[in-house]
C-alpha cells in the first residue's frame, strides 16, 4: 500500500512548467525565414509511445509528459486552486485539500486529474469507499489514468479483491507496460487469482 501513497503524493505536488521557452526576437537586420516550430505531440501520441516504450526509463519520461498534460485542466483559476490543494496536501491539511479539490470540481467537473487528487485525499483520510468512486470517475473520464488505475488496484488489494485488483493491474500494463512495480504485483498476484503453484 505504501507504492499506492507514494504515487499519489508525488504525482499530487506537480508543478506544471511551460512546454519549451521561445528564444528572444532577433534584430529585424538578422531576421531569418519563418521556420515551422516542431509540433507538439497530442495526447494521442504520447498513449503510442508509451505503449511501445522499450525501456522503463523511455517510458518514465513519455508518463510525466502525460501526467503534465493531465495536470492542466484550461482554466488557470482551476489550476491555481489544485495547486493550493497540493500544498495543503504536503501540509497533511487533509480537510482543507478536500476543499480546495471541492471547488476545482465545481468548476472543471470533467477534469479527470481534479477527481484523481481528490481519491488520493481520501486515501490519506482512510476512506477507501470515497477514493474508489473517485478513481472511478477518473477513469471514466479518461480511461488511459494509469495512476487511478494503479490506486484502484491498491485500493482492491486492500479490500482483498484480488480478482478485480488483478485486473485493474493488466489495465495498467496495457496503457504502460513498463511499469516494473505494477509488472511485480502481476507476476505474483496472477498466480494466486489463476489458482496455479506459486
Sequence with gaps: MRFFASVLILSLSFVSHPLGAQEPARPKEQAQPPQASPRASTLDELFERLGKAQSEREAEGIASLIERRFARS??????L???????????????L?????????ALQPNWAEAWYKRATVFYQLD?????MA?????IKIEP????????LGHILMASDDKTRALQAYHRV????????DVKTIV???????DGQDL
Design 134 to 138: 473517485d478513481l472511478h470517475r477518473a
Design 74 to 79: 484550461g482554466s488557470d483559476t482551476a489550476d
Design 97 to 105: 485539500a478536500i476543499e480546495l479539490i471541492d471547488r476545482v470540481l
Design 144 to 151: 488511459r489514468h494509469f495512476n487511478a488505475w494503479t490506486g
Design 127 to 131: 476512506d477507501p469507499v470515497g477514493a
Design 81 to 95: 486552486l489544485l495547486n493550493r490543494a497540493a500544498e495543503a496536501f504536503g501540509k497533511k491539511d487533509y480537510p
Design 173 to 180: 500494463l496495457t496503457i504502460n507496460p513498463q511499469m516494473s
Design 187 to 193: 507476476s505474483r498476484l496472477g498466480p494466486e487469482v
